[in-house]
């Protein structure tokens, strides 16, 4: 099981080491296990990070938090509250981020590194500022854009190519997600606050749904990507006959007024 420090615990929530603190001082968020004097957050700890700042974002307040957790905890087991939690807030990548360095990016991006490219990159979370270095979420993305460059492609096509992956994908998550929610979610559920049952109950179908829609996504992107590489490649090529039956019309010396 991953262990985190407190900087690195609020990080990977997109919070605040502050607000960590906060969630502690209020019972929402239970206190670390003490290494001497440094505090060691679990997975656990960062699953139950996610799904607090996911309720505050939808306008709930602590104490609507608290009472919720509460009804969790009086009538479930730990086990199920914390595999519910893991369910919702952990990533769902087995990606673990790497660093790289600014020197690291210009070995493997050259000029294309740029203080516009890297603030685009930093906007679109390609990376995330770390110190004097940059954490990398997703090295296999990284790695894409690598080999991309390599092929000949510049670094502002490799993001134009991430941020309209994250404008699309993003559109299709939230869509599969409000349905999955509606038709399978809602239909194991009878109220609006979950009890222990409805709390393992829908942890188990998170889980299953998660390499599911993964697959899905998977499937449909190659069917395209096989679609529209026919039609390009297509494109190309009616280019190249037309431009040789152009030339073989052509008789010699067309071109020469004067025959030269």
């Known amino acids: 099981m991953a262990e985190y420090r407190i900087d690195e615990l609020a990080r990977l929530a997109d919070t605040t080491v502050r607000n960590v603190r906060v969630y502690q001082d209020r019972g929402l968020l239970a206190p670390p296990r003490r290494q001497g004097r440094v505090g060691i957050y679990s997975e656990a700890h960062l699953a139950r990070l996610r799904l607090i700042g996911q309720l505050l974002r939808r306008g709930y307040t602590f104490a609507n938090i608290g009472e919720m957790f509460q009804v ?11 595999g519910f939690e ?90 599969m997600i409000r349905l999955v929610a509606d038709h399978i979610i809602a239909e194991h559920t009878a109220g609006t606050v979950l009890d222990a049952e409805d709390i393992a109950k829908i942890a188990e179908l998170i889980r299953h749904v998660r390499p599911l829609a993964q697959q899905a996504v998977d499937a449909v992107l190659a069917q395209e ?31 020469d007024p004067d025959g030269l």
Do not use: C, Q
């Open 72 to 82: 969790w905890e009086r009538g479930g087991d730990l086990s199920e509250i914390l």
């Open 86 to 175: 893991s369910a919702v807030g952990d990533a769902w990548s087995d990606e673990i981020a790497d660093y790289i360095s600014l020197g690291d990016l210009r070995e493997l991006f050259g000029k294309g590194v740029t203080p516009k490219t890297i603030k685009r990159a930093l906007d679109l979370k390609v990376l995330e500022r770390d110190g004097l270095r940059f954490r990398v979420p997703s090295p296999r993305l990284l790695h894409a854009g690598v080999e991309l460059v390599k092929l000949g492609m510049t670094v502002g096509s490799v993001l134009d190519i991430a941020e309209n992956l994250r404008d699309k994908i993003g559109h299709v998550s939230e869509h």
């Open 225 to 255: 990507m096989a679609n529209h590489l026919t039609n390009v490649l297509g494109d190309h090529f009616a280019e190249g006959m037309e431009t040789l039956r152009t030339a073989a019309r052509t008789p010699p010396g067309a071109d």
